[in-house]
């Protein structure tokens, strides 16, 4: 074996997990730049407030809260999930690049805006649903934290490269123009994803009524003493999380004077620490337990944040600047922690049988509380403004730890088995 093939991880020698993982990597590269853009285009382009970029956030995410319950019954019965997947990423990008088409026309407005982020949002609750049942097919039980970690890795590669690659793109081309790149990044998704080779999980005939099938999800949910805690203590972190993200930009942008270009750039050189959290959070892991692991990225994620609202209008922009860049390395840092070890927990404790249901309930809870919280955030950021409400929502994450007390998630040092098969 050559040096240069020992230093390329065991999984991505692995014909079909490493098409799966490039798909995936650059479509998190054309997902951050439309992180970055799609709210400039609100913010510059139409002159959104924060009530409006509230909602904007809410309606994107809106279909998780709507759809992801009886998707996953529907992705139980569905024998291709990869080819659907596709059809996904394709029409997602269709209805990104209606963005820079619509500014051509001169027929972009924030109602357009909405009708789109509710499209591309829907599209991506069966996307991402399907996506739970392909990862099982492609990575065996013990390889869950090594895929999880090389996923993760991409995704803060492209945390740094991203922003920069966004601003770059807005300050050259303006913000629509820039959604193009991600457009593209759906449809390399859906290339490398017609050349993956996994076997699905067989998929076994319910007589039941769909009723009793989407009880079946969130029975799991509320029943498992493992999956309860770790749903509700990150449903309430995400719940201020998007009352926090839906005002982000636009306090930078409009209250702290920082221009496009140079927000992507902080935010993407701050975000090295996710790549550090990435590439340490499996070690974290076996050093001190998975449990322990995923309760400190849920302490650390969140709590990093506090600085976004600390950096006020009233400080040199180099301390802007730098506030901005410890906030976005330090969580990033806790987030690929809590993700990395979370989802491997999550992918072990669910039952092949039920995990269409399962992971459409768990984004039922995780993902609807979303929009709730971007509508909290936006409405409390017109009322009381937007540099208080920021720093109310991002102290109001660190409760979901109180879900914790009692559990046995603090005490999990190895990935759990399913319920069925779990030693009494």
């Not at 930078?252 to 340490?280: D, F, H, M, Q, R």
């Amino acid at each position: 074996m050559t040096a240069a093939r020992r230093l390329v991880p065991a999984l991505l020698r692995e014909p079909s997990f490493r098409r799966f993982w490039f798909g995936q990597t650059i479509s998190m590269f054309g997902d951050q730049v439309t992180g970055l853009a799609l709210p400039v285009v609100a913010v510059v382009s139409l002159g959104a407030e924060a009530t409006q970029m509230g909602l904007l956030v809410a309606v994107g995410l809106l279909p998780h809260l709507l759809f992801s319950l009886p998707a996953g019954v529907w992705l139980d019965r569905v024998r291709h999930r990869r080819r659907l997947m596709i059809f996904m990423d394709l029409g997602r990008a269709l209805a990104i690049v209606s963005i820079p088409v619509a500014f051509w026309l001169h027929w972009l407005s924030l109602p357009l805006l909405f009708v789109i982020f509710f499209a591309v949002g829907t599209l991506s609750v069966v996307f991402d649903i399907a996506w739970n049942t392909l990862f099982v097919a492609i990575a065996k039980r013990e390889q869950y934290v090594e895929a999880n970690s090389l996923l993760n890795i991409s995704r803060s590669l492209s945390s740094v490269g991203g922003p920069a690659l966004g601003g770059l793109l807005i300050q050259v081309f303006s913000a629509p123009i820039a959604l193009v790149a991600d457009a593209l990044s759906f449809v390399g998704s859906a290339f490398f994803l017609t050349r993956v080779h996994a076997i699905e999980a067989p998929i076994e005939h319910d007589p039941s009524s769909i009723r009793s099938q989407l009880a079946v999800g969130l029975t799991f949910l509320v029943r498992d003493p493992i999956i309860r805690p770790s749903v509700l203590s990150v449903a309430t972190m995400n719940l201020f999380n998007y009352g926090f993200q839906g005002l982000f930009v636009l306090y930078v942008l409009k209250y702290l004077l920082v221009e496009p270009g140079v927000l992507g750039i902080a935010l993407g050189v701050g975000a090295v620490g996710s790549v550090l959290g990435a590439l340490i959070s499996a070690r974290v892991g076996r050093r001190i337990g998975i449990g322990p692991a995923w309760v400190a990225g849920l302490i650390i994620f969140p709590a990093a944040l506090i600085l976004v609202p600390v950096a006020g209008p009233d400080l040199p922009m180099a301390a802007i600047l730098a506030l901005l860049f410890a906030a976005e390395f330090v969580s990033g840092f806790g987030v690929m922690i809590l993700d990395i070890n979370g989802s491997a927990m999550l992918f072990a404790r669910t039952p092949d049988r039920i995990r269409g249901r399962a992971n459409g309930a768990f984004r039922f809870v995780n993902m609807g509380v979303r929009p709730i919280g971007a509508v909290i955030g936006g409405v409390l950021g017109g009322v009381f403004g937007v540099r208080e409400t920021l720093l109310v929502v991002t102290v109001a994450q660190l409760l979901g730890v109180l879900w914790l007390i009692g559990s046995p998630i603090p005490g999990l040092k190895d990935l759990p088995q399913p319920p069925e098969e779990a030693s009494v």
